[in-house]
C-alpha cells in the first residue's frame, strides 16, 4: 500500500469539468438567446430540412468543447459567422442568390446536370431546298463538281472530255449568275469561282489547240480588275503566241507579265525572263538573248540557262565568251546530295534499312535525272565549242578537259577523251586515235572497258584479230556486262571460225542488253553458217520487225529464203 498513492482532498478532482460545456450549445437557454431568436426569424423557414443525423446516433448530440465563458464564432476568414453574437449584436444573414444557388429545394429531384431526364432531343428540321438561297448553293456544287471531273480527264488524257465538262461549267456558272441577279444578292457573287471556271475553261481550249478561243477567254480575266493577279495570267498568253510562233508579240506579252510581278517573286521572273532570251534566240537576234541569258546567270544560274547562253556565243563566234560560259555551266550547282550518303554503315542496321528504302525512290531518281541532263550538256557544250576555242580541235578538247577536272563533275574527263579519239575517228587519223585510247588501259573499270572496246573495234577494223582480240578480253575483263566488248570478242572468235563460241558470246551480249541489234545480226549469221536456217532466218526477221527498212536484213532474209528445204 505504500506505493498507492491517494488523492487529498484539496487536489482538483480528475473526473470534473466534463458535465461543464460552452454555454452557446445550450438548448434550455435559446428562448432567452436574442440572437438565436432573431436568426429564426430571418432564415429559419427558408432552409431546407435536415436530411441526416451524426452518424451512428439516432439524435443530434452536442459537440464536446472545452468549458468557459461563451465565444463568439468566427470563421476560418477571421470574420464572424451567420448567427454569432459579437458585442451584443447578432452578425445578419448574407445573401446566396447571387452566386446562382437557391435555398428552395425540389422534393425527390435527381442530380440531372445534362438535363438527360427530359428525353431525347427533338429531331433536326429538314431543309427546305425550295429556297432560292439554297438553290444557289447546290448550282455552286455542281459548278465546282464539273470543274473537278474536267481537271479529272485532263489528267487521264482524255482532253476533248474535259473541253466538254468545262463549257458545261461555264453555262453553270452563268446562269448561276443571273440567279444571284434575280435573288437581289448580285453582292454576294462567287468571284473566285467564276476565275476558276474561265482559267480552267482557257486551259483546255489552249491544250485542245483552239488558241483563238483560249486568247479570248484570257483576255476576259485579264480585263476584269476585280480578279487580283491577273496579269500572271499574260504568261499563258504569251505562250500561246509563241505556239503560234508569233514571237513579237509573245515577247510583248512576256514583258507585260514581267512588269506585272514583283521582285518578291524572283523565281517566275527568271522564268519568264528565260522565256524571253528563248524567243529572241528563234527570231535569231542572239545580243538580246545574251542579256536575258547573263542576267538569269547571274541572279539564279542554272544549267539549261548556261547551256543556252554557250550556244548564242557560239552562233556570234566570240571564242573568250565561249570560255567563260563553259565555266559559268560547270560551276552551276546542281542542289543535290552527295553519293555517299547512300552508301550504308555495318554498325547499324536499322540505318541501313533506312537508306535501302531510300537508295532508289522518286527523290533518288530525280536527283540522277537532274545529274544526267546536267553530264548531257557539258558533254554537248565542250563538243561544240572545241574545235571553235582554239587554233585545233584537240587543244580545245584539252581546254575543256583541263575545265571540267577542276569543276565537280571530274568524271566527264575520261568520257571528254574518248570523245576526243572519237572525233580523231571521224577524221579518220586513226593513229591519234589510237594513241589516245591506249591512254586509259591504266584508268578506273568503266573507262577502261570503254577505251579498250573502241580500239578492239579499229583493230578488226584494221584487220590486226590478235590485237583485236587481246582489246576485247580487256574490255570484258574491265566489264564483264559489256554488250559492244562481248560483239568484239565474238567478232574475234568469228573470223577465226569457231562459229559456236561467238554465238555464245553473241548470246551473252543480248542477255545484258535485249535491244542490241548487232549482237541480233552477228548471231543470225553465225546460225547460217552453222547452217541453222530456222534459227538464222527467226533472228532477222526479229530484227526486220525492229528496223523495218534495213538493206542488209532484208538481204539476208532473201538469201535464207531459197535455202530452205521446201515442206512436203
Same mark, same amino acid.
Given at each position: ?49 435536415? +436530411? ?12 464536446? +468543447? ?146 483563238a478561243e483560249a486568247l479570248n477567254t484570257y483576255q476576259v480575266i485579264v480585263k476584269n480588275k476585280m480578279f487580283s493577279n491577273a496579269g500572271r495570267l499574260k504568261v499563258n498568253m504569251a505562250n500561246i503566241y509563241f505556239k503560234q510562233r508569233n514571237f513579237p508579240k509573245a ?53 539549261? +540557262? ?142 577502261k572497258s570503254a577505251a579498250a572496246t573502241n580500239l578492239s573495234f579499229l583493230y578488226f577494223l584494221e584487220k590486226e584479230y590478235g590485237q583485236a582480240d587481246r582489246y576485247a578480253d580487256l574490255a570484258m575483263n574491265a566489264d564483264r556486262y559489256n554488250p559492244a566488248a562481248l ?29 542490241? +541489234? ?22 532477222f526477221l526479229k530484227l526486220h520487225a525492229i528496223l523495218r527498212n534495213s538493206a542488209q536484213v532484208m538481204f539476208q532474209l532473201t538469201s535464207l529464203y531459197p535455202l530452205q528445204k521446201p515442206s512436203p
Open positions: 500500500m505504500e506505493h498507492v498513492h491517494l488523492a487529498a482532498e484539496d487536489e482538483d478532482d480528475l473526473y470534473s469539468g466534463y458535465n461543464d460545456y460552452n454555454p452557446t450549445f445550450d438548448t434550455e437557454d435559446l428562448e432567452n438567446d436574442v440572437g438565436f431568436q432573431q436568426a429564426v426569424k430571418t432564415s429559419h423557414g427558408r432552409r431546407p430540412p435536415m +436530411t441526416a443525423k451524426i452518424p451512428g446516433t439516432a439524435v443530434a448530440r452536442p459537440m464536446g +468543447t472545452a468549458f468557459g465563458a461563451r465565444m463568439a464564432l468566427v470563421s476560418s476568414l477571421g470574420r464572424p459567422m451567420t448567427g454569432a453574437v459579437q458585442d451584443g449584436v447578432a452578425r445578419p444573414m448574407t445573401a446566396v442568390l447571387a452566386a446562382g444557388y437557391s435555398s428552395a429545394v425540389i422534393r425527390g429531384s435527381a442530380f440531372d446536370p445534362l438535363g438527360q431526364s427530359k428525353g431525347p432531343a427533338p429531331p433536326l428540321e429538314a431543309k427546305n431546298e425550295d429556297t432560292p438561297e439554297e438553290k444557289i448553293k447546290q448550282l455552286e456544287k455542281k459548278v465546282n463538281q464539273l470543274i473537278e471531273d474536267s481537271c479529272m480527264a485532263h489528267s487521264h488524257g482524255d482532253l476533248q472530255l474535259s473541253l466538254e465538262k468545262a463549257k458545261e461549267a461555264g453555262r453553270k456558272e452563268r446562269f448561276l449568275v443571273r440567279q444571284r441577279e434575280q435573288t437581289a444578292s448580285a453582292d454576294h457573287i462567287n468571284l473566285d469561282l467564276t476565275y476558276s471556271v474561265l482559267f480552267n475553261l482557257a486551259n483546255q481550249y489552249a491544250d485542245n489547240e483552239m488558241f515577247i510583248k506579252f512576256y514583258r507585260m507579265a514581267l512588269d506585272q510581278i514583283s521582285n518578291a517573286h524572283r523565281d517566275m521572273r527568271i522564268k519568264i525572263m528565260q522565256n524571253i532570251g528563248v524567243v529572241f534566240v528563234k527570231m535569231g537576234q542572239y545580243s538580246d538573248a545574251i542579256t536575258s541569258f547573263e542576267h538569269i546567270m547571274s541572279e539564279s544560274p542554272n544549267i539549261k +540557262t548556261g547551256f543556252n547562253l554557250i550556244l548564242c556565243y557560239f552562233a556570234i563566234g566570240d571564242r573568250d565568251k565561249m570560255k567563260k560560259a563553259f565555266q559559268k555551266l560547270i560551276c552551276v550547282p546542281l542542289g543535290i546530295d552527295e553519293d555517299d550518303k547512300y552508301i550504308p554503315p555495318n554498325d547499324d542496321p536499322q540505318t541501313n534499312l533506312v537508306i535501302e528504302a531510300i537508295k532508289n525512290d522518286q527523290l533518288r531518281q530525280m536527283e540522277r535525272e537532274r545529274k544526267a541532263l546536267a553530264e548531257k550538256y557539258i558533254m554537248t557544250s565542250a563538243k561544240l565549242i572545241a574545235p571553235a576555242i582554239e587554233t585545233s580541235f584537240a587543244a580545245g578538247f584539252d581546254w575543256c578537259v583541263e575545265m571540267v577536272k577542276t569543276s565537280m563533275y571530274v568524271e566527264l574527263a575520261n568520257d571528254l577523251e574518248i570523245n576526243k579519239a572519237i572525233t580523231y575517228l571521224r577524221q579518220k587519223d586513226f593513229n591519234q586515235a589510237v594513241e589516245t585510247l591506249k591512254m586509259f588501259e591504266k584508268k578506273d573499270s568503266r573507262v560483239i568484239n570478242k565474238g567478232n574475234s572468235v568469228f573470223v577465226n571460225g569457231d562459229y559456236e563460241k561467238a554465238g555464245e558470246f553473241y548470246k551473252e551480249a543480248l542477255r545484258n542488253d535485249s535491244s542490241c +541489234t548487232e549482237a541480233l545480226y552477228n548471231l543470225g549469221l553465225t546460225y547460217k553458217k552453222l547452217k541453222r536456217l530456222e534459227e538464222a532466218l527467226d533472228c
